[in-house]
Structure formats: C-alpha cells, structure tokens
C-alpha cells in the first residue's frame, strides 16, 4: 500500500492545481465570497473523493490526469467543501475548527458561510456543465439531493441525543458520505465509457467502500488524539451523535468496517489488473485504522 | 394589459402541477426536509420567472405549456425559492414573514430552513438535467453564482446601513434581481431555438425588465402597506438597505424604472407580434406601481 500517499499526492497536486485556476481570485469582485470559497476549499483536505474518481477511470483504461476527470474531481472537491460549511453551521454542528483552522463561519460571518456554501455548490455545476455530459450533472445531483446527502445530514441532525438504531447509523452514512464517493467512483467511470455492468460493479464498490470510510471516521473520532484528527477527539460521542461504536460497540465497527472493505474489493474481480489501484485504496481506507 | 393577470395564472396552474410532481411528497423519508421544501415552494409566489420564459418561448414560436419550458420554469422557481429561504435566515436579512406566512426558519428550524433551500437548489439542477441540454444547466448556473445573483446578494448583505452610492444599488439589483429574470427569458429562448440576435435582444429586454422589477420592488416597499406587501412595509429604509429611493428619491426612482421598461420594449422591435406579451408583461411590471 506503500504508493497510496503518493497516489493521493498527484491526485492532490492536479486537483489543487485545477482548483486554482478555476475559483475567482480574491482580487474579484465581490471579494468576501471568493476569499471564504478559497479559504474552506483550500483548508486541507485529502482530496480522497478525486482520487477514487481518477482510479475509477484509470481502473477503466483511462490515463493518469485526464483533463475531464481533474475537472470534475475539482468540481466534486467544491461540492464536498460547501457540505462541510453548512454542516460546520451553529445551527447544524456549530463546530469552531475544522482541520485545524477556524471553520468558515468563525474565520469570516455566518452568512458569508451560508452563501459561500452555496456558491460553492452552484459554481461547481457550472463546472462540470463544461464537461458536455448531462449525465454527470444527474450523477452528482442525485447523489447531493434528499435521497443522498442532504438526506442523511437531516436523519444525521434529527437523531442527535436520541436512542438510534444500526439501521438509522447506516442510513445516515450511506447518505451523507457514501452517496457522494459513489457518485466520485461513477463519474470516473462514466467518464472512462464504462459499459453497464462495469459499471454496477463499480457502483457497489463506492457504496461499500464509501461506507466503510465513514465508520472508520466513527471509530477514528472515538480512538483518534484531537492533534491526529484536527478537531476535538471523542466530539461525536460528547453531542450524543449517531456513530457505529455507538450503536454496535468498537470490535463489530472494526470488524464491519473490514467486512465492507473486503466487499468493495470483491466487486474488481472483473476488472483484473486494472481494478488495482481502486483495490489499494480501498485496503489503505482500512489501514488509518490501525 | 387586461390579458396578464390571465396569462400568469396560466403559468402558475402549469407550473404548480408540475412542481407537485416533482417535489417529494411528505410521506418520502426523511419526511422534514421534503415539507420545508414544499411549505416554501408552494407558499404563493406570482410565478412571474416562469412567465417570463414562457412569454419568451412563445415569441421564438414555441407552444404555450411546452414540457420543456413548463419544467425549466418549475426548476426556476426552486432556484428562486431557495434564494429566499437563504436571504431571510437569521444570519441574512432575518425575516419572520414573507407573503404574510412564517418564514421557512420561523415555521421549521434554522438547520432545516438551510438544508431545505440547498435540496431544492440542487434538485432544480436534477430537474433541468433532464432536459439533456447542458446550455441550460451552465446558464442558469452563471445567473446565480458570485457574477449573479450570489454576488448581488453579499454585496446588499455588505451595504446594510452604510451610504452607497446609485452604481452600488444598480450592481445588487443587476445581479440580485435582474440576473435570475434575464436567465428566465434567455432559457425560454433557447429552447425556443432562437437565432444569436435574436438571444442577444432578449438578453438585453431581460436585463431591462429585471432591473425595473427590483426598482418597482424598492419603491413598493416604501410606499405599499404592509397588508399588501405580506411583510412590513419600510423595512429596507428601518435596515439601512441599499435601494433606488434611497440614493435617488422617489420621483427618479419611478422616471428610471419607467425608461427601463422603455428600453426593455424597445428591445422587441425585431420580434413583430411575436413579442407582443413580453411586451405586456414588461409593462405590467410598470403598473404595479399605480
């Protein structure tokens, strides 16, 4: 697993490079709203959600950096941050830090967090508009929408402090973050022409390994120093959220976690060798367990 | 200018059903989210972007009631609605009522008044994916990003109380206003097939009549009564709100949103008969205030 960092490294590298030519400088006006969309978007993230996306299409004979698939990894890193500055909200999470840094709504006001979000995520249609494929566009908004995203960021919020069932946990998660690297796997594909039932499979993977992802991200914030995690360790568990140790206990998150990873990877049997790095990936989401 | 009050209630029966349609009903899960969403869509707006687009449709020889445009209108009326859901929370303009109802954070709460208007932004952008026509998707886009609507709306968020000046008021209204209405008309157009010119004029005749709109706006504000706004009557003057009688008094105030509406006119000479209810409606928005 020793070429994921630096796999995520290029993904990051060309993302970041899109990104910076795509988002209006500071020096445009209205000024405010640029500098709150550069300032949460390049707060430091992994960049995770390109990187399954630029697998996805290489997994489907694509090559390494393809222009359209930068662009919409770029687009889908916007449509990432705009969920995480609405999520930061006093009215939502009402989280102060975030990585580290202030969130957007501390570092600037409330409403520049607001209508920063929201610039965001409409900026980023306007992006991926660019790639000539409607398709895409339905892609992402279907995976944003009520029965994605959004959906479980309002299951999420509703279920704080309240006695929850696995199956509300696994709802949440499956939409709020599984939704969207699903969709990253897809549009990869999409992109790379992949015929139906690569496609399915592909979809599958996303779903179990976008799964995955957010129970680790459970187990991590309960395990994790708040130095490691860049905001407050054991946070989840102190606002009484809805979180897999929670509900099913730290053995059976670990050992669900792995089950679902183990799943993903078996979803690239047809892919052969070109399912590799996709099966990497999927292994090192595992590995920040350990 | 007898036959506009008939012509939007058309539009508005059409549309209604069509966003019936659309919306999830409150039986979908998560239940919330989607009544938000339909207790602001549905809470009496005059559908006058959609008539628009219509209007303009029609003047490119299209159908009155085309699918397409009877969609894209619903669409736009999403866009619209959660522009409005966004401006009135705590941290925007902080308004308790909007046509005579409860606003959406007053009726719900705020997370869901948030997350409610970035479903239905993200939903309209589902809904115009239909299409297939990815020029739509990108106009609609521009129109409410940070060189539209967005950028209109930090930029009166930022003028609250401070003296500006009558090319300050223009850019928030260019762009808060006038942009979503001149992305209506051009989107009626391009599903009409119109010819460059032909966009070209209709650019320009919706910029005009958009910007009237918000002119009228501003001086209803000052001078209608609470009872017939739906929300308090002064408010803008009460907040320090950047408007066209502020910076120029009444009497300029109602001389300019008349040579606007002039000009929008002037702009469907190429049009023939064709234009004859763009023309009418440019002129009703004129006598909303007699």
Same mark, same amino acid.
Request: charged share 25%; glycine share 10%; proline share 3%.
């Given at each position: 697993?020793?070429?994921?960092?630096?796999?995520?490294?290029?993904?990051?590298?060309?993302?970041?490079?899109?990104?910076?030519?795509?988002?209006?400088?500071?020096?445009?006006?209205?000024?405010?709203?640029?500098?709150?969309?550069?300032?949460?978007?390049?707060?430091?993230?992994?960049?995770?959600?390109?990187?399954?996306?630029?697998?996805?299409?290489?997994?489907?004979?694509?090559?390494?950096?393809?222009?359209?698939?930068?662009?919409?990894?770029?687009?889908?890193?916007?449509?990432?941050?705009?969920?995480?500055?609405?999520?930061?909200?006093?009215?939502?999470?009402?989280?102060?830090?975030?990585?580290?840094?202030?969130?957007?709504?501390?570092?600037?006001?409330?409403?520049?967090?607001?209508?920063?979000?929201?610039?965001?995520?409409?900026?980023?249609?306007?992006?991926?508009?660019?790639?000539?494929?409607?398709?895409?566009?339905?892609?992402? /908004?279907?995976?944003?929408?009520?029965? %994605?995203?959004?959906?479980?960021?309002? #299951?999420?919020?509703?279920? +704080?402090? &309240? =006695?929850?069932?696995?199956?509300?946990?696994?709802?949440?998660?499956?939409?709020?973050?599984?939704?969207?690297?699903?969709?990253?796997?897809?549009?990869?594909?999409?992109?790379?022409?992949?015929?139906?039932?690569?496609?399915?499979?592909?979809?599958?993977?996303?779903?179990?390994?976008?799964?995955?992802?957010?129970?680790?991200?459970?187990?991590?914030?309960?395990?994790?120093?708040?130095?490691?995690?860049?905001?407050? /360790?054991?946070?989840?568990?102190?606002? %009484?959220?809805?979180?897999?140790?929670? #509900?099913?206990?730290?053995? +059976?998150? &670990? =050992?669900?976690?792995?089950?679902?990873?183990?799943?993903?990877?078996?979803?690239?049997?047809?892919?052969?060798?070109?399912?590799?790095?996709?099966?990497?990936?999927?292994?090192?989401?595992?590995?920040?367990?350990?």
């Amino acid at each position: 697993m020793g070429d994921v960092p630096t796999y995520l490294t290029r993904v990051a590298e060309a993302v970041e490079a899109t990104l910076e030519r795509l988002l209006p400088s500071e020096d445009t006006y209205p000024s405010s709203i640029h500098a709150v969309m550069r300032y949460s978007t390049f707060a430091g993230g992994k960049r995770i959600r390109p990187a399954f996306m630029m697998a996805a299409f290489e997994a489907c004979g694509g090559q390494f950096g393809h222009h359209d698939v930068t662009l919409a990894g770029a687009a889908f890193e916007m449509f990432h941050t705009f969920s995480l500055m609405h999520d930061d909200l006093p009215c939502m999470d009402d989280d102060d830090f975030r990585r580290g840094k202030p969130t957007a709504h501390r570092a600037f006001t409330e409403a520049l967090a607001v209508l920063g979000g929201d610039a965001l995520c409409i900026y980023a249609f306007e992006c991926l508009s660019r790639l000539n494929n409607v398709a895409i566009v339905r892609e992402i /908004a279907e995976a944003l929408g009520t029965q %994605g995203m959004i959906g479980g960021q309002v #299951v999420d919020i509703e279920s +704080e402090g &309240k =006695r929850v069932d696995k199956a509300a946990v696994e709802y949440i998660h499956r939409n709020k973050t599984a939704a969207l690297i699903r969709a990253s796997v897809r549009t990869g594909a999409i992109i790379g022409n992949a015929p139906s039932h690569v496609l399915e499979h592909l979809s599958n993977y996303g779903n179990c390994v976008g799964l995955a992802f957010q129970v680790v991200d459970d187990i991590l914030d309960e395990e994790g120093t708040t130095e490691q995690l860049g905001k407050d /360790a054991g946070s989840d568990r102190e606002r %009484g959220k809805a979180t897999f140790p929670a #509900v099913v206990g730290m053995a +059976e998150s &670990k =050992r669900y976690a792995q089950e679902l990873i183990d799943k993903a990877c078996a979803e690239l049997t047809i892919m052969g060798a070109h399912g590799h790095m996709l099966e990497t990936l999927a292994r090192f989401v595992g590995t920040r367990l350990s």
